[in-house]
């Protein structure tokens, strides 16, 4: 594809996301199905919420939690509504950045706020039959996951922070924290009431990988951001900054898997969890070099990762 020097980066990166689905929206049989079926799961969050409980139960097993399945089926609806929420939230960045998605999200808002609105229930209804305590903490992160867009400050302040979502990278951090609270710190606080220093290890391991993984996908997003006035990580760092930062960050994930293992603070499934950091990077070396250019699979295969940490804690439970 050519385009005068003069035509807009996120105009041409538009083009490419919409032009690299046209072979498997013409495809036959089996790619035309998986196509279809990678899409619907990508568009709806099914995937991403997928990935969330597959960590939650690496997470569970990392710690010694053996009743993981509650805390898995939690996280998976909680992350299910409140990225949905946030996709709807985020119609007018996806025009420029994901229009596929923003097609997607306008013509079915109806049907996903009541999915979002459900699946949000659930995890509710599902925390209270545990018990008090692990209600209202889910209920309390559901609350701050709806303010995030909520207008705090009128208008006639003249203030630019008038919400959450004005402040510069705080989406990144934001959804970094939430998942690693829901996913690490969740399940030992239901169970115990209290934190120790390995459920904190735990948590900054599965947050920074979050970090991540959002991060990564905003760098895929900088040209409408910027388009759009809206203050990511890469944004402000510039998107060369932004990716050798978060290769360093993989490393800290990978040491944050390994060391605790090696020092008997955690199980050793640490060890096998160090392929996710990994997979991660060869993913990112891949995309810099030009040899993974559809949005579409590389969003599936970062999102495989997370799915990998729970093969991989499957795996280890049935090792001797």
């Keep these: 594809m050519t385009a005068g020097a003069s035509t807009p980066n996120w105009i041409i990166n538009r083009v490419c996301r919409t032009l690299e689905t046209i072979p498997y929206r013409k495809a036959r049989g089996a790619l035309s199905i998986f196509f279809r079926f990678q899409r619907v799961l990508l568009l709806t969050n099914i995937y991403v919420s997928i990935g969330a409980g597959c960590l939650c139960y690496a997470c569970s097993l990392l710690q010694g939690i053996t009743q993981w399945a509650p805390y898995v089926l939690i996280t998976m609806l909680y992350i299910q509504s409140m990225h949905i929420l946030n996709n709807l939230t985020g119609i007018r960045e996806d025009k420029y950045n994901d229009p596929d ?4 999200y306008n013509s079915h808002k109806g049907m996903l706020s009541f999915f979002s609105a459900m699946a949000g229930g659930m995890g509710l209804l599902t925390a209270l039959a545990m018990g008090v305590f692990p209600f209202l ?13 909520r207008r705090w400050i009128p208008r006639h302040k003249g203030s630019r922070y008038r919400s959450l979502k004005d402040i510069p990278g705080s989406k990144t951090i934001l959804i970094a924290l939430a998942w690693g609270i829901v996913t690490s710190v969740f399940p030992p606080l239901s169970e115990t009431g209290t934190l120790t220093a390995t459920n904190l290890l735990v948590f900054l391991m599965a947050a920074l990988l979050v970090l991540v993984r959002t991060a990564f996908f905003d760098i895929l997003d900088i040209q409408g951001d910027r388009v759009i006035g809206k203050g990511t990580v890469p944004v402000l760092l510039g998107e060369t900054a932004s990716m050798r930062l978060l290769k360093v960050l ?3 994930v990978l040491l944050l898997m390994v060391i605790p293992s090696a020092a008997g603070l955690t199980s050793t499934l640490g060890y096998l969890l160090a392929l996710c950091p990994l997979c991660m990077l060869a993913l990112f070396t891949a995309h810099e070099r030009g040899a993974l250019v559809s949005w579409i699979l590389l969003q599936f295969l970062v999102d495989t990762c997370f799915v990998l940490a729970g093969g991989l804690g499957f795996v280890w439970t049935l090792l001797p």
């Design 101 to 104: 998605r923003a097609s997607f």
């Design 137 to 149: 903490v889910l209920l309390a992160m559901s609350l701050m996951g709806l303010s995030y867009n």
């Design 250 to 252: 993989l490393g800290v």
